[in-house]
């Protein structure tokens, strides 16, 4: 298989970004000089297009009710630059609200759990174990601690 071809399989399975497609190609021993002309012409064709795939991830993310931090982190780990990340997330045309979000993922967490019985003790250790959930979903520590402050 030629760069081209490659590239198009790989893309055929599931969108990429610019970076995975080179990272991607590199593994498979191809050289800069093959690779970047193959990137821009799928680039011109709209095979590879990262701001569609930022909004699309983005939107993914929220429905799986992760948190803005967590979404944008993973775009970055994915190569997208901090520019088209903040320009999909301004393109959103209907953004949640995060501390929403939040409210409800620690609803879920202390679901079934008589929170005015617990001593001292016990309120801290949820407290804590729903506050590494929030963080760990990407939610912002302002929005951890609203939501810690009127949940428990």
């Known amino acids: 298989m030629d760069v081209r071809e490659r590239a198009l399989y790989y893309l055929n399975i599931k969108p990429r970004t610019r970076k995975q497609v ?3 190609l590199k593994e498979k021993g191809f050289s800069e000089d093959e690779i970047l ?6 680039e011109e064709y709209s095979y590879i297009d990262d701001l569609s795939y930022s909004i699309m ?3 993914l993310g929220f429905e799986k009710g992760r948190g803005n931090l967590r979404i944008k982190r993973e775009l970055a780990e994915r190569g997208v630059s901090e520019d088209i990340i903040q320009n999909a997330f301004e393109k959103l045309e209907d953004t949640p609200d995060e ?3 939040a409210m409800k993922i620690a609803e879920e967490a202390v679901s079934g759990i008589d929170i005015e019985s617990l001593d ?5 250790k949820l407290q804590a174990k729903v506050g590494r959930r929030l963080i760990s ?3 912002s520590t302002e929005d ?5 402050g009127r949940l428990l």
């Open 22 to 24: 080179e990272r991607y």
């Open 37 to 42: 002309p193959v990137l821009k012409e799928l």
């Open 57 to 59: 991830y983005f939107e």
């Open 99 to 101: 501390f929403e979000a």
């Open 120 to 124: 001292y003790g016990e309120k801290r």
């Open 137 to 139: 979903r990407g939610f």
């Open 144 to 148: 951890t601690y609203k939501v810690l």
